[in-house]
């Protein structure tokens, strides 16, 4: 019995120790959590294969027509092209390809540059980013940051540009029902700046997601706007003009229409923020990689009290984590965070990303041979 565990610890710890090791996750390879009851593998990305933002106030009553909306906000709207390095089968060279169209929403202009905020899915992996402005001028956009789990990007493109950048509004405001509009580049450049209208459908949603970082419940927009591959990154604006979106997914399904999804604006201006400082966003470190106790045997929970349900085993951990510094080791099952209690990888993430910085004290519960334990862990900044 003995040596059929640690046959499946050592599985487990090679499956997840990758992720604790070579990325700048808190967790490694974590369980998949869907909070929501569509088919998780029919949400796709629309992506066809600190800076003080501009934020200005508009009372209510600006209401403004459909066409003065797009006309105002027409030159905020960009392409954005990934361009990919490409080796040839037939000669012994590379040239830079592109790889995928998405699109930008151009929020702040300065006299020497121009920002734009897109999806990190859009510009992920690319060893060039070209912008296609509205005047149809094409230029190389400088990558300032981005972040994988919140699937956002921030771009540069130095010069001098006549525009007016697309104001933020507060997406906290709005209402199920309000009506709105979609702007990007459905299907490529070729139908770019396609305007669609629709209403938000509901305001707070949670879709969980595949990023290249791991899985993450991201807080979205639900709409009913035309949405299609091509226009992530692109925006959804309110009846005053205002940005409160970017779209990013939308269900592909026979059994589906209408399910776009935009991530909040407030969101995505604290995110700008916090990107344009150093280029990441900055989350603390515990150094785990853990399952779900139903995704291992049972005889690993055997162990638990009988009214312990939940939690998630630590299969590997970063020797120089504070986790392991802390007393921590394989095979304990954690139960909660402070007073929160822990189900799955997704909510131990969710609630360190959220409530948590580098610094502070965590107490952690958990089991360990059948006795529950309590242990304060320091988080760290996650190891470059």
Do not use: C
């Amino acid at each position: 019995m003995r040596e059929k565990k640690r046959s499946l610890f050592k599985l487990i710890g090679l499956s997840m120790s990758a992720g604790v090791l070579g990325s700048a996750l808190t967790l490694g390879i974590t369980s998949y959590d869907d909070n929501t009851d569509v088919n998780p593998t029919a949400v796709e990305s629309t992506f066809e294969e600190t800076v003080d933002v501009d934020v200005s106030q508009m009372s209510a009553d600006s209401y403004l027509s459909t066409a003065d909306i797009v006309a105002d906000a027409s030159d905020a709207i960009v392409g954005v092209v990934n361009m990919t390095m490409q080796s040839s089968p037939f000669q012994n060279t590379e040239e830079v390809v592109e790889s995928g169209t998405g699109s930008g929403v151009i929020y702040k202009v300065t006299d020497d540059a121009a920002y734009i905020v897109t999806n990190n899915h859009v510009v992920e992996g690319a060893s060039e980013i070209q912008i296609s402005l509205n005047d149809g001028k094409e230029v190389t956009a400088e990558l300032v940051g981005a972040d994988a789990l919140t699937d956002i990007a921030v771009l540069k493109i130095e010069g001098d540009y006549d525009m007016t950048p697309l104001a933020f509004g507060d997406s906290e405001d709005i209402r199920a029902g309000e009506e709105v509009i979609a702007i990007g580049n459905p299907l490529g450049l070729d139908l770019s700046r396609t305007v669609t209208q629709g209403i938000i459908s509901a305001k707070n949603r949670t879709i969980s997601v595949s990023t290249s970082a791991g899985e993450w419940d991201l807080d979205v927009i639900q709409t009913d706007a035309a949405i299609n591959p091509g226009n992530s990154g692109g925006a959804l604006i309110n009846f005053s003009g205002q940005l409160i979106g970017i779209n990013s997914l939308k269900i592909a399904s026979d059994d589906a229409e209408g399910l776009g999804f935009a991530i909040p604006s407030n969101n995505v201006e604290e995110l700008i923020e916090d990107i344009t400082k150093d280029g990441k966003v900055d989350r603390p470190y515990l150094g785990l990689g853990v399952m779900t106790i139903n995704q291992v045997p049972s005889y690993y929970s055997q162990s638990l009290p009988e009214d312990v349900k939940e939690g998630v085993i630590i299969g590997s951990i970063d020797d120089m984590s504070a986790a392991a510094k802390a007393g921590l080791k394989k095979e304990d099952i954690i139960v909660s965070l402070e007073d929160q209690s822990v189900t799955s990888a997704s909510d131990l993430r969710k609630y360190l990303y959220t409530n948590h910085k580098a610094g502070d004290k965590v107490d952690i519960k958990f089991y360990r041979d059948g006795e529950a334990q309590t242990i304060q862990v320091t988080l760290t900044d996650q190891p470059e």
